[in-house]
């Protein structure tokens, strides 16, 4: 089954990158809007690893057909809103059944 995941959302917590994180040269190329497709609940090719991590389990959910998470979450039940779990500048990530 397919899997799309959306980049719905991107915060930048300068606040918090000024008072806890070290300067650093690369940080997240996501953007919103960008999407992948995830075939069999594999790891899209060009997805961050770390972003990865915190969605696998839902979309292995879905691809194995499963869904309908915390008895009623979303409106659509076969669907996530998942967060990366970078706590300066994450991203927010829809992720959907399409096939």
Known sequence: MKIRVTAIRKANYIDLQERFENPIEHTCDVVEGQSWISENGEKPDGMCDS?????????????????????????????????????????????????
């Open 51 to 99: 972003a990865w991590e915190s969605m696998r389990w839902f979309v292995q959910e879905l691809a194995a057909g499963r869904g309908n998470f915390y008895d009623g979450w979303m409106k659509n039940p076969n669907s996530a809103m998942i967060s990366c779990n970078d706590g300066f500048r994450p991203v927010s990530f829809y992720i959907e059944t399409i096939q």
